[in-house]
């Protein structure tokens, strides 16, 4: 009697925590009340150790005092007139999201591959003259992860200010290697981001599975990097039956780099760093005849439902062409209802997906979303030779956004991401002409294929769909 009567109690607790809890989407409550009510006790210590969106109360209030105190921007906004009306909009949602106005004077290069982006940023590295800052969510001590450690020894050899940021988490390995003693011990200033410490008392005090999921450099103010890249060779070992792992990242310059900066700013001194806001004085040049950009940042201390407010209201501002690449895909009602309103109002819209995920439940979730997509006219691909992993949006030739939010629940309540929208014709064109690369090397995906699905496969894909929002 004791023991029903402590179940009762249990689930009752969990279940109104459940549904008082702000800022959830009906979805991701009747989720957890599917797992709670099906898993006794299993299922309210799941809900206690990855069922929050909580960083914890130090680290929150750490976080805000530290924005609070840093610079505001120096750059000038874009001229609404050299912009379209569109276009306006959506600076105007990525700005309510993270503060970044559009700034124009940007110019950006895009990289060949992962091994040539870490060659250039090892190179900007080498000529840095005053500071580096890098950010990354994995990085392993391999081909790439070593050159990079290597060129921010010699910079901080030369007395060049060095600080890297990791996960805690993603880039566990790294933390606990011989190489992060030896940038430690050469000079360069390392701190880990959201460390997890005790699991049980991390229960505590927040959710354990919260992560920094940027990839940011940023050098003398002057140039920064943002894609999608982790700091690792393409063979990516700890999952090397997956590789090779196809990644974009863009080089950017102009007043953009300071809103980079800005972010890793508050990732570093909210993650107990030296106060570096002193930097934020400094604004780099702006470029001649070049493009607007905007920096939009978001996270669990963020806007609830930020990142798919700002994935919805791209989809929705295009008219003619819209392209996505994103390896993983476990999208809100939102989002999904955008992606398929746009295909049957005659937009061309075209998904290119992994065929074989790293995440096995994703995945799936991700196939159990084909059929809706397939019926309202998405033409829909799988890429074949190893995980795309670039996250990517083209939109009517004019509009892009690349970087480390992926098209999942995680990126859109869980993770740190930082991404950069585009407003220009030519870097737009080069990243669309580098999706339709990845085109030949993907299948179609179509819906007399997914109309052949057996029941098993389809209960395997809508039980992990009901499970979409906890993933």
Known sequence: MLALLLHIAVTLLVTAHILLRRHRQPETRAAWLLVVMVLPYVGALAYLLVGQSNIGLARARMMRQVIARLPLAPNRPADPQGLAQDARALATVGQSISGYPAVSGNRARLMAGSDAAIASMVADIDAAQNHVHLCFYIWLDDGNGRAMAKALIRAAHRGVVCRALVDDLGSRHLIRSALWQEMAAEGVKLRRALPVGNPILRMLNGRIDLRNHRKILVVDTAVTYCGSQNCADPAFLPKARFAPWVDVMMRFEGPVVWQNQHLFASDWMGNGGDDISALLHQSPPVCDGGFVAQVVATGPTYRAAAMPELFASL?????????????????????????????????????????????????????????????????????????????????????????????????????????????????????????????????????????????????????????????
């Not at 819209?349 to 992994?354: F, H, N």
């Not at 993770?415 to 002409?433: K, P, W």
């Not at 039980?463 to 979409?468: C, E, M």
């Open 315 to 471: 989809i929705y501002a295009a008219q003619h062409e819209l392209f996505i690449t994103t390896p993983y895909y476990v999208p809100t009602q939102m989002i999904q209802a955008a992606i398929c309103g746009a295909a049957t109002r005659g937009v061309a819209v075209t998904m290119i997906l992994p065929a074989r995920n790293d995440d096995f439940a994703v995945g799936a979730a991700s196939r159990s979303h084909y059929e809706s997509l397939l019926e309202a006219g998405v033409r829909l691909y799988e890429f074949r030779p190893g995980l795309l992993h670039a996250k990517t949006l083209t939109l009517d030739g004019d509009l892009a956004l690349i970087g480390s939010a992926n098209m999942d629940r995680r990126s859109f309540e869980l993770n740190y991401e930082n991404n950069i929208l585009i407003s220009d014709q030519g870097v737009t064109a080069g990243l669309r002409a580098r999706q339709e690369e990845w085109l030949p090397q993907s299948r179609p995906v179509t819906l007399e294929e997914v109309g052949k699905w057996g029941i098993g496969r389809r209960l395997a894909y809508n039980t992990l769909a009901i499970l979409g929002p906890l993933l």
